[in-house]
């Protein structure tokens, strides 16, 4: 599937900031010239096609009390689905992408406490067998990375 005119409008709105409010997805419609229902139908169908995954609001989890982590492991590639899967598996994992590199298995953890993030790693070491690689963060930047469409 490609992207068409609007399903491109519709992707660079999105990555800004959503309006809050009770219906945020009403308000973005009718910024577009939209009716809420063709916005999530578009939304539904290009996630569907895998051409995003999700759309929403990135939290601070250390701001809020919480912890989060960027975690490797290097996962024989004939494990590599299995293991995906069992990783993917734990609701602290925010993202998860493979890696041309020794450490190909990437991934950030996000708890509730910081203590969550040990609890989540050991289980996943657990599960797997494979070394959770545990790289917190020592500075943070803002970099406003967008995609235009």
């Given at each position: 599937?490609?992207p ?5 409008r519709?992707?660079n ?5 959503l309006p809050?409010t009770?219906h945020?997805y009403a ?9 809420e229902?063709d ?11 895998r051409?995003?995954t ?6 601070d989890a ?6 989060f ?12 689905d299995t ?6 598996a734990?609701p602290?994992?925010a993202?998860?992408?493979?890696r041309?590199?020794?450490l190909?298995?990437w991934?950030v ?9 040990a609890?989540a790693?050991d ?6 067998g ?7 963060k020592m500075q943070?930047?803002f970099?406003?990375f967008?995609v235009?469409?």
């Amino acid at each position: 599937m490609s992207p068409d005119a609007t399903d491109r409008r519709i992707l660079n709105r999105m990555q800004e900031d959503l309006p809050l409010t009770a219906h945020p997805y009403a308000a973005v419609a009718t910024e577009l010239g939209l009716t809420e229902g063709d916005l999530l139908a578009r939304l539904t169908r290009m996630k569907a096609a895998r051409l995003i995954t999700r759309f929403g609001p990135f939290f601070d989890a250390a701001a809020m009390g919480g912890a989060f982590c960027l975690c490797a492991m290097a996962v024989p590639e004939a494990e590599f689905d299995t293991v995906l899967t069992k990783v993917n598996a734990h609701p602290e994992v925010a993202h998860n992408y493979e890696r041309t590199h020794r450490l190909n298995m990437w991934f950030v953890l996000a708890t509730e406490t910081p203590q969550g993030i040990a609890a989540a790693a050991d289980a996943i070491e657990a599960e797997t067998g494979i070394a959770v690689l545990r790289f917190p963060k020592m500075q943070e930047f803002f970099i406003g990375f967008r995609v235009a469409a």
